[in-house]
C-alpha cells in the first residue's frame, strides 16, 4: 500500500467554515490509478522528449500542456459557472484553470530551484478531475466530496499524478481561486518526492511518516501563498494550528498540520527561504525532518522555534496577513499573573503558551518553574507594538527580562528533546526597582477569563537564548 497526500475536508474541521476559510486536509492512503496503463497521446513536438503515461480510459477528454495532461469527462454541470465554456473551445473554465495554475507552479516551484516534480522530466503529470464521468478500467474515477485532492505515485512509470475534485462550493465561495492554491499545494507533493520517497512504506515506515507527514503538508500549504498570495485559503487553517499553540509543533490531526504552515513560511520570509527548505528536503530522507532543520539552520532550531512562537503571540505586528490569525492567548488586564501550565494546558515538544498582560509598567519580573524535571525552556518577551521581542532562559527565581509600558506578550517555548508534554509555573510582575514579592502559589491577581485572542482579517505566520535581540 502507498501513503498518498491531499487535502481533506475532515468532519472537525472549523465548524461551518465561512467562504475562503477552507476545507479541512490531510493525507490519506487509497492510490486511485497505481500503475494503471492506458494508450499513449502523441507528445507535444515542443517537448518531444517528454511521454504521456497512459491508462485505459473512457468518456475522457483531454488537454495537453507543457508538462502536464488534464483528462475529465462530460458528468458535470454545464450552468456551474466555473465550468463554463465562455470562448467555445470545448475546455470549461475549471479545466483551463487547473491546466494554468498547474503551469504557472512549475513555473515559480522551477524558478526557485526546487528539483523537477517526480517523473516530469519522462512523462507528462496526469491531473484527473474526479466525478466528471471518466472511467479507468470500466470503473468510474471518483473521490470523496470530503477531498479538495490528492497526489499519488504510479509505481509502475514512477511518476506523480494528481486526483482534483470537480467541486469545493461547500468549502469555499472563490472556487476557481481555491482551485489554483490547491494546484500549487499538490504539485509541491510531487517536487518533495523527487528527495523523500513519502509513498513507500519500506524507505518511509509508518511510524516515521506519522512523526514527519506535519513538515511535508506544511511547506506544500506555504507554497499556496507562494504560487497564489490573493487566495489566502490557509488562513482557516492557521486559525486552528494557532488555537491550541501548546500542542506539539509536529502534531497531526488532519487539519494542525496544515495551519503548520506558518513555520516553514517564517523560515522562508527569515531564515534563507527556498535554499533552507532545498537543504531540508536534501538530507530529511537519510537524517530525518527535525535534524535537517536543525543542520539547515547551523544549529540553531531551538532559538529560531522560541523566535517564531514569540512572533506568533502578535502576528499582526510582523507579517502581512497576520491580523486574520487570531492566536489563542490567555489574557490578563494588569500584573502580577502567576499561571499553572499543566493537564490540558501542558505544553508539547515546539510548542508554546501565549500570554498577553496589559498596564505593565516598568520592569517586567518573571519565573519558571518546571513541574518535572528534564525540560529545556525559553521566553520570548515582546514590548508594546513596534519595539524588539527578547528571548530569555528562564529560572525558577525571579529575574528582571525586560522593561516595557503598556502590553506585554510572552511565548512560553518547550524546547525539550523528548515528545511528552511538559508542566510548568509562569509567574511574571513588574517593578520600579528590585525584585517584586513573590506571588501566593495559584493566584492570578487582576486576570481576565481565558480568552482566544486576535482579530482582523488576512492570512500568514511565524535567536539566541539567553538576552539576545529578535532580528537583530
Not at 54 to 64: K, N, P, Q
Not at 367 to 388: H, L, M, Y
Request: proline share 7%; aromatic share 12%; with cysteine.
Amino acid at each position: 500500500m502507498h501513503k498518498g497526500i491531499g487535502i481533506l475536508v475532515a468532519v472537525l474541521c472549523l465548524a461551518a467554515p465561512a467562504a475562503g476559510a477552507g476545507a479541512g486536509r490531510c493525507g490519506i492512503r487509497d492510490p486511485l490509478l497505481d500503475g494503471a496503463r492506458l494508450s499513449p497521446l502523441r507528445p507535444l513536438a515542443r517537448a518531444a522528449a517528454r511521454e504521456a503515461v497512459s491508462v485505459d480510459t473512457g468518456g475522457a477528454h483531454t488537454l495537453l500542456t507543457d508538462h502536464f495532461r488534464v483528462v475529465w469527462g462530460d458528468g458535470y454541470d454545464p450552468w456551474d459557472p466555473d465550468w463554463a465554456d465562455p470562448d467555445g473551445d470545448g475546455i470549461p473554465a475549471w479545466v483551463s484553470t487547473l491546466a494554468g495554475a498547474l503551469e504557472a507552479a512549475y513555473e515559480v516551484q522551477s524558478e526557485l530551484g526546487f528539483p523537477e516534480p517526480y517523473g516530469s522530466d519522462r512523462y507528462y503529470l496526469d491531473a484527473y478531475v474526479a466525478n466528471t464521468g471518466v472511467a479507468k478500467d470500466g470503473a468510474a474515477v471518483t473521490i470523496s466530496s470530503g477531498y479538495y485532492a490528492v497526489t499519488e505515485v504510479n509505481t509502475a512509470f514512477e511518476t506523480a499524478y494528481f486526483v482534483f475534485n470537480d467541486d469545493f462550493s461547500s468549502f469555499t465561495g472563490d472556487e476557481l481561486g481555491v482551485l489554483r492554491a490547491t494546484a500549487a499545494h499538490e504539485l509541491f507533493h510531487a517536487v518533495q518526492r523527487a528527495d523523500y520517497p513519502w509513498d513507500d512504506e519500506d524507505l518511509i515506515p509508518d511510524a516515521r511518516w506519522d512523526a514527519e507527514k506535519w513538515w511535508f503538508e506544511a511547506t506544500a500549504t506555504w507554497m499556496e501563498e507562494v504560487c497564489a498570495p490573493d487566495v489566502d485559503d490557509y488562513v482557516g487553517y492557521v486559525r486552528e494550528f494557532l488555537s491550541a499553540p501548546w500542542e506539539p509543533l509536529s502534531s497531526t490531526d488532519g487539519l494542525r498540520e496544515y495551519g503548520a504552515a506558518i513555520f516553514p513560511g517564517y523560515l522562508w520570509l527569515r531564515e534563507g527561504g527556498a535554499p533552507l527548505w532545498q537543504a531540508v528536503f536534501a538530507s530529511a530522507r537519510q537524517d530525518g525532518v527535525v535534524a535537517a532543520l536543525d543542520a539547515a539552520l547551523g544549529g540553531r532550531l531551538q532559538q529560531v522555534v522560541a523566535a517564531f512562537w514569540i512572533s506568533a503571540a502578535h502576528p499582526e505586528d510582523l507579517w502581512p496577513d497576520g491580523g486574520g490569525f487570531g492566536p489563542r492567548l490567555s489574557s490578563y488586564a494588569v500584573p502580577p499573573v502567576d499561571l499553572d501550565l499543566s493537564g490540558s494546558r501542558a505544553v508539547g515538544r515546539f510548542g508554546a503558551h501565549l500570554v498577553r498582560i496589559g498596564s505593565i509598567h516598568g520592569t517586567v519580573w518573571g519565573s519558571v518553574e518546571p513541574a518535572d524535571p528534564g525540560g529545556a525552556w525559553a521566553v520570548g518577551v515582546a514590548g508594546p507594538t513596534g519595539d524588539p521581542p527578547d528571548l530569555v532562559t528562564p529560572a525558577a527565581d525571579p529575574a528582571p527580562w525586560s522593561s516595557a509600558d503598556g502590553t506585554v506578550y510572552l511565548a512560553v517555548v518547550n524546547l525539550s528533546a523528548a515528545d511528552a508534554d511538559r508542566a510548568v509555573r509562569l509567574w511574571v510582575s513588574d517593578a520600579e526597582e528590585g525584585p517584586p514579592r513573590e506571588a501566593p502559589p495559584g493566584s492570578e491577581e487582576g486576570a481576565e477569563a481565558l480568552s482566544s485572542g486576535g482579530a482582523g482579517t488576512g492570512g500568514c505566520f511565524l535567536v539566541e537564548l539567553g538576552r539576545s535581540t529578535f532580528f537583530p
